[in-house]
Nanobody, 130 residues
């Protein structure tokens, strides 16, 4: 049975930083992307960032709204993925979800728009407010 556990969410002021972590256990067959999504009330869930299991050009995808503020990384030996977020804005307030995903190849990426999620965690809340 696959388990996905996110952690690291918190309440911060605008301009602050957070690092989210995600640990995955179990056999995630066919999922070679590890992705972060987010969802805020009244909005659809959207991809934030995704990283391919293999170190290749096009292996990291960021949504346009990231604008260089976030960095995704992974520890493949531990089946873990991280999202370091800097210069947080109130619009970044959302529940953040980790998702092992199947590849979606396009526009030069292996994990375009987060790929096709196969499993979901429960999420970790990020609140950015003054």
């Amino acid at each position: 049975q696959v388990q996905v556990r996110e952690s690291g969410g918190d309440s911060v002021r605008p301009g602050g930083s957070l690092k989210l972590s995600c640990a995955v256990s179990g056999d995630t067959k066919g999922t070679t992307c590890m992705s972060w999504f987010r969802q805020s009330p009244g909005k659809e869930r959207e991809a934030v960032a995704s990283i391919y299991a293999y170190n290749r050009d096009g292996g990291i995808y960021y949504a346009d709204f990231v604008e260089g503020r976030f960095t995704i990384s992974q520890d493949t030996a531990k089946n873990a993925v991280f999202l370091e977020m800097n210069d947080l804005k109130p619009d970044d307030t959302a529940m953040y979800y980790c998702a092992p995903a199947r590849p979606r190849i396009g526009e030069g990426y292996y994990c375009l728009r987060g790929g096709t999620p196969a499993y979901w965690g429960q999420g970790t809340q990020v609140t950015v407010s003054s």
